[in-house]
C-alpha cells in the first residue's frame, strides 16, 4: 500500500505530466513534453538527441499504459496511475525495482519543479 508521501510523490508526478491539464496522462502529453523538453534543451526536431528523448519518452508511456490504463481507453486516470505503481512497488522483481527506482527519480524531479 502506498504511503501518504509516496501519493503525495506520484500525485505531483502525474499533474507534472499531465500537460493539457485534462486530468488524464495520454501519448499526445508524452509527446508534448518532448516538444518542450527539446525547446528547452535546443534539440532541433528531427536531431538525434530530440529523437532519442521522444523514443525513451514514448517507451516510458507505453509501459504506463500497458500497466495502469485498466479501462482500456487510452487515457491514465489519477487513481489508474496511483493503483499501478501500487501492485508495481509490492512487486519485488528486480526489473520493477529498477523501474522503480526511476520512477522515484523522475517524481522527485517533478516535485521539485513543481515546488512540492
Known amino acids: ?3 501518504e508521501f509516496q501519493k ?8 507534472y505530466h499531465d500537460m493539457d491539464h485534462d486530468g488524464f496522462l495520454g501519448k499526445a502529453d508524452y ?3 518532448v516538444k518542450r523538453f ?6 532541433l526536431p ?4 530530440r529523437e532519442a528523448v521522444y523514443t525513451q519518452t514514448m517507451a516510458t508511456w507505453e509501459h504506463l499504459r500497458q500497466a495502469a490504463d485498466k479501462d482500456k481507453d487510452g487515457r491514465v486516470s ?10 508495481t512497488l509490492s ?20 516535485a521539485y519543479v513543481a515546488g512540492a
Request: glycine share 4%; with cysteine.
Open 91 to 110: 512487486d519485488r522483481k528486480p526489473a520493477n525495482q529498477r523501474y522503480c527506482r526511476m520512477l522515484w527519480t523522475v517524481t522527485s524531479l517533478a
Open 1 to 3: 500500500m502506498l504511503t
Open 8 to 15: 503525495h510523490r506520484l500525485t505531483v508526478a502525474f499533474h
Open 46 to 49: 528531427g536531431s538525434p538527441q
Open 78 to 87: 489519477l487513481d489508474e496511475f496511483l493503483e499501478s505503481y501500487d501492485v
Open 38 to 43: 527539446g525547446e528547452i534543451q535546443n534539440y
Open 31 to 33: 509527446e508534448q513534453f
